[in-house]
Antibody, heavy 127, light 107 residues
Framework: QVQLQESGPGLVKPSETLSLTCTVS?????????WSWIRQPAGKGLEWIGR???????NYNPSLKSRVTISVDTSKTQFSLKLSSVTAADTATYYC????????????????????WGQGTTVTVSS | DIQMTQSPSSLSASVGDRVTITCRAS??????LNWYQEKPGKAPKLLIY???SLQSGVPSRFRGSGSGTDFTLTISSLQPEDFATYYC?????????FGQGTKLEIK
């Protein structure tokens, strides 16, 4: 079945750019799904960062939008997160996830849920 | 942004108990509501989507209900593996937002 794996530096200096990649494996196409990033500071709740559809359309959390870029490389079955100008407040476990239309809500709209998640990677922002 | 508020923040219960967790949205989200279970050191796991549809492989003791702004997750008979933190999340629009979580602990 589909598996996701985050990779990237575990330590980033303040003011620099955090870069993470999520590799999709397990067969099947990366196409026609939303691919998302979520983060969780230690001991705290989940924060949605944003998502990308395989046609390149993106949605970002307004609280992070000025600093976030999510991209996808369908040929490598990977998608990536870049978060610029990081501070200690960006220290968290970062998860990638697949968001999928799981059932029909109406004739036009699906119920979407994040049904496959990576194991998470911890990123610390510190000098 | 739609704010999601869960209650209680924490809950103590025993194996075999029936428990209910509540989630309230700051505006109507119809039934665009998901529930996740998170265990320490593990990624969240989708339990319920569309407010009441059980994700494949999730035991039937988990039940979701509600619409509009008020939702509940009920676990009918707690099992040892159910002690975890539960989050609601709306899928009505973007940005997706999560509740603050409900930690379910063993009494």
């Amino acid at each position: 079945q589909v598996q996701l794996q985050e990779s990237g530096p575990g330590l980033v200096k303040p003011s620099e750019t955090l870069s993470l990649t999520c590799t999709v494996s397990g067969g099947g196409s990366i196409s026609n799904y939303y691919w998302s990033w979520i983060r969780q500071p230690a001991g705290k709740g989940l924060e949605w960062i944003g998502r990308i559809y395989t046609n390149g359309n993106t949605n970002y959390n307004p609280s992070l939008k000025s600093r976030v870029t999510i991209s996808v490389d369908t040929s490598k079955t990977q998608f990536s997160l870049k978060l610029s100008s990081v501070t200690a407040a960006d220290t968290a476990t970062y998860y990638c996830a697949r968001e999928y239309g799981l059932g029909m809500a109406t004739t036009q709209y699906y119920y979407y849920g994040m049904d496959v998640w990576g194991q998470g990677t911890t990123v610390t922002v510190s000098s | 942004d739609i704010q999601m508020t869960q209650s209680p923040s924490s809950l103590s219960a025993s194996v075999g108990d029936r428990v209910t967790i509540t989630c309230r949205a700051s505006q109507s989200i119809s039934t665009y509501l998901n529930w996740y279970q998170e265990k320490p050191g593990k990624a969240p796991k989708l339990l319920i989507y569309g407010a009441s549809s059980l994700q494949s492989g999730v035991p039937s003791r988990f039940r979701g209900s509600g619409s509009g702004t008020d939702f509940t997750l009920t676990i009918s008979s707690l099992q040892p593996e159910d002690f975890a933190t539960y989050y609601c999340q709306h899928s009505y629009n973007t940005p997706r937002t999560f509740g603050q979580g409900t930690k379910l602990e063993i009494k």
